[in-house]
């Protein structure tokens, strides 16, 4: 044990290993923070680069990118309410209410702060529980990713504002808008009307911009909102503002861990699941959505507590969980190295110097983020009559990129009409976005459990899983009712 | 429009488009196969399921909008996204054609030329009127961009015209 730590730390304690985390990371967030380019393609862009690395240094420099993208995801969101990644998506919603606020450098630096801890916390985890959480996420079978999906979609009554009524509606909508194109299991047409570029169904980022960036500039400026820049920033975040927030910080650290954990979750139904929890138990919970610091932090924590532990059915398995870690493993495998559990025993210095790396990944984002804050900050002093028609341009050339299908770009300006009737019609476009991400998730599962029992409904309460978030879900839900009868008695009472 | 009324007419459109949705959409544009043991695992459940549960959703906001207008007589006050005055020049109207017309400009113009242009026409629109400024940007940006995309992202990009 002490002399392959000491072996790895030889391997890793060398200037362009850091030098290969901090520019990932740097490459990364600058990536991360354009809307429409994700962390998969810094990842995939940086792979032909690794193949004349030290194998560590290559992973190292990955690793860095997808964190930073993580990351850089927020900055957009926060500033332009642009979402940079998807994962960013949750942030959206307190993190621009803040910048209306004049709280940009606050809001910006909780993201920070979350991220960094929930990554440190997801490091760890992977670093010591690897087996434990790889022989959890192992026992996951179609049913039980079904139940976690139930719970997961509880979150929606967190996010629908006021109206429960228009947020279900909104969910609807996203639903069915997930169900077009090829069905994944007879191959026929699904809302396709002929068109060939539909069959692989709706891509998920153009919805996202189209639904958070496009509706206000649809709406327009009037005369003084054209010049106007964002009030004057509040100043920094204090230590007792991050105190406040620290629970909330473990708790999204340990959701984003775990959901990281389970393959083809993702950091996105992470943030949202950690948000609707910080809001159920926060004493601040009717600020969400307002502007409320603890909801930037819940989020950031959700989707960076996954960044750490999508490695863990990676390296214990060789299971690659999402996109990002399916390229590391092609990482892994060019340097001649098979992730699994042999990987621990023949290449034990290279995984420790790997751990190594990754740990110090989690205080070099925090620097490093730092300065790129410092940069970004900048762009709330744009008026806005140059800053929309900016972020316009922005958000067309970054969903192009996405698939170089010109259908995007027509996707995101029929999301922004539709996020534009949202607006009008006092619409969450939150649960919307939920409903999308995990609509196919929950009907492909429900339907494979069923083929699996032959139709028979029984299925979804065979295991101690299923039974533990259907569970969840009954007192979630029970919860939601419960709260809302009370405010609405309490309404009653103050009238 | 009362939020009341706004809540009957957003409801009842969303009731009756799904309910239409359920009996003619969905069997026109959703493929069924000719042997599906199991109803569920059908590929028109899912769709069908959400349908009915966004029509009884819309009926009930629109009912809940008739039950609060009946209880409280007709409300004067507007809802608030109508709430804010008229504006002369910026519509949502114009802003969307010019989304739409950049998006046909890009396979004719390219995407620089097209940005350029949608910029101008935008921040003009919005209220800019510092020329040389907005001339700057309106340039630097797509330039910059289009750099970044093809030469460090690999990413190709439309150059309609200049193909």
Known sequence: MIENLAAALSLVATWYNLAAIAGGMLFGVVIGAIPGLTGNMAVALALPFTFYMNPITGLLLLVGLYKGAIYGGSISAILIKTPGTPAASCTVLDGHPLTQKGQARKALDMALAASCTADLISNLTLIFCTGWIAAFALRFGPPEFFTLICFSMTMIAGVSGNSPIKGFISAGLGLLTATVGLDLMFSTERMTFGNPDLMAGINFIPVLIGLFALPEMIRGLTGDQAAQVAPVDAGRLTWTEFRGSLKTILRGGVIGTLLGAIPAIGPAPAAFLSYSEARRTSKNGDNFGKGELEGIAAAESGNSGCCGSTMIPLLSLGVPGDPITAIMLGAFMIHGLTPGPLIFKQNAPLVYALFIGILCSSFMLYFAGRGIVRVFSKVVNIPKRMLYPAVMVLCVFGVYAVNNSMLDVLVMIVSGAVGYVMLLTDTPPAPFIIAFILGPMFEDNLRRSLIISNGGYEVFIASPISWLFIALTVASIAFTVLRSVRKSQAARCGA | ?163
């Open chain 2, 1 to 163: 429009m009362s939020p009341s009324t706004q809540d009957t007419v957003y409801g009842l459109t969303v009731g009756i488009g799904f309910s239409l949705f359920v009996f003619c959409g969905i069997p026109a544009w959703v493929e069924t196969p000719p042997h599906v043991r199991i109803a569920a695992v059908s590929p028109t459940f899912w769709p069908r399921i959400v349908s009915i549960f966004l029509a009884l959703m819309g009926f009930l906001l629109a009912f809940g909008g008739m039950r609060r207008r009946s209880l409280s007589g007709l409300e004067t006050a507007p809802c608030n996204a109508e709430s804010a005055p008229r504006q002369r020049n910026i519509t949502p109207l114009v802003t969307l054609s010019v989304f739409l017309a950049y998006y046909l400009l890009i396979d004719v113009l390219g995407m620089v030329l097209s940005s350029v242009l949608a910029m101008l026409v935008m921040a003009r629109h919005y209220g800019e009127r510092n020329w040389p400024m907005l001339a700057f940007v309106a340039l630097a940006l797509p330039l910059t961009l289009y750099a970044f995309f093809v030469w460090v992202a690999k990413v190709p990009l439309p150059l309609g015209l200049f193909a």
